[in-house]
């Protein structure tokens, strides 16, 4: 396997239920990422992991949980959603080398999305 | 980060050239212009990405002006399989806040046979 690898592909759930949402990196990077793409909106940055430390949630509702128990993996852990949080979750990882300067250092390589209807 | 401008939509005949443009007249000098595109329901991809002098690699052609004010993402011989929407990122490719991609609406480009 190669690249970022998102499961489900896709999930349908009710409003009471728990689910995960999966990402996996075969890149031998050190920064995790959680996108949402709602319909006809663009992209939102959800959170950030360097260094299986998460360095930023950008106001995002307590019903989705994030874990990064290596830097290969990352999850979203997703209770009591609402249909609006119906969407497409994006995963991305890059290699972080804050402060060396390297150039591309800002090189995301996203997964396919995991296409996500609240009920 | 330096806001960006794009045409909200832009056509392309089939084997031509699809030349998109991106204005970034606040851009400053450590800042690097990436470009990146999502097709539909897909992930985003990365395309290219560069500072001041113009970049070349095997999917596209990045021309920046010599003030750094706009650029231009040049796909050389459009297929049906570019339409996409592309996005054009302003970032410091230093400090803490790497990887924190903020994507606006791009442009829509759609390539007709």
């Known amino acids: 396997e190669t690249g970022v690898t998102q499961t489900p592909r896709h999930l349908v759930m009710g409003m009471t239920n728990k689910k995960s949402l999966k990402c996996e990196q075969h890149?031998?990077?050190?920064?995790m990422y959680w996108y949402k793409q709602s319909a006809k909106k663009p992209l939102e940055l959800m959170f950030v992991y360097s260094l299986e430390e998460r360095v930023e949630n950008n106001s995002v509702p307590s019903r989705f949980s994030p874990e990064c128990p290596n830097s290969s993996h990352l999850f979203l852990h997703l209770h009591t959603l609402q249909p609006e949080d119906s969407a497409l979750y994006l995963c991305?990882?890059?290699?972080?080398?804050?402060?060396?300067?390297?150039?591309?250092?800002?090189?995301?390589?996203f997964g396919a999305g995991s296409r996500l209807t609240v009920l | 980060d330096a806001k960006t401008t794009q045409p909200t939509s832009m056509d392309c005949a089939e084997g031509r050239a699809a030349n998109l443009p991106c204005n970034h007249s606040t851009i400053s000098g450590n800042e690097y212009v990436y470009w990146y595109r999502q097709i539909h329901s897909q992930g985003p991809q990365y395309i290219i990405h560069?500072?001041?002098n113009n970049e070349t690699n095997e999917m596209a052609s990045l021309i920046i002006t010599e003030d750094r004010k706009s650029s231009t993402l040049i796909l050389p011989h459009a297929t049906l399989r570019d339409t996409a929407v592309y996005y054009c990122?302003?970032?410091?490719?230093?400090?803490?806040?790497?990887?924190?991609?903020?994507f606006g609406r791009g442009t829509q480009l759609t390539v007709w046979p």
């Open positions: 991305a990882s890059s290699q972080d080398r804050a402060g060396s300067g390297a150039p591309g250092a800002n090189v995301l390589t």
């Open positions: 560069g500072l001041k």
């Open positions: 890149l031998g990077h050190n920064a």
């Open positions: 990122i302003v970032r410091r490719d230093r400090g803490s806040t790497l990887g924190r991609l903020y």
